[in-house]
Nanobody, 131 residues
Framework: QVQVVESGGGSVQAGGSLRLACTIS????????MGWFRQAPGKEREGVAC????????KYADSVKGRFTISREKPKNMMYLQMDSLEPEDTAMYYC????????????????????????WGKGTLVTVST
């Protein structure tokens, strides 16, 4: 059974930075593509960033390009989302997700929704950005 656990949320002022972390257990880390999603109050969940099992392919939402960076550190079985230049609009519950998504998909991620293949989810970590 796959367990997904996020950490690193918190409160920060606009313009500040936070780093979210995510790990999965119960399975081989290297077999899983992973991603970050967020849901703000009253809004639908949206994809933020995804990274392939190899780390060689990434995908970002337009709203975070140039500000957020997704990465993975295989020896530690950790995946990260570095969030810089945070804006109040980034306030949301952030969720980590993982799925066994093959390279044929992740190499063409622009053709698929963020949630495609992401079938294991964490419980979320809250990020609050104040003015």
């Amino acid at each position: 059974q796959v367990q997904v656990v996020e950490s690193g949320g918190g409160s920060v002022q606009a313009g500040g930075s936070l780093r979210l972390a995510c790990t999965i257990s119960g399975v081989k880390f290297d077999d899983y593509a992973m991603g970050w999603f967020r849901q703000a109050p009253g809004k639908e969940r949206e994809g933020v960033a995804c990274i392939s099992w190899s780390g060689g392919s990434t995908k970002y939402a337009d709203s975070v390009k140039g500000r957020f960076t997704i990465s993975r550190e295989k020896p530690k079985n950790m995946m990260y989302l570095q969030m810089d230049s945070l804006e109040p609009e980034d306030t949301a519950m952030y969720y980590c997700a993982a799925g066994r998504i093959p390279a044929v998909i992740t190499n063409n991620w622009e053709r698929y929704d963020f949630e495609y293949g992401m079938n294991n989810w964490g419980k979320g970590t809250l990020v609050t950005v104040s003015t």
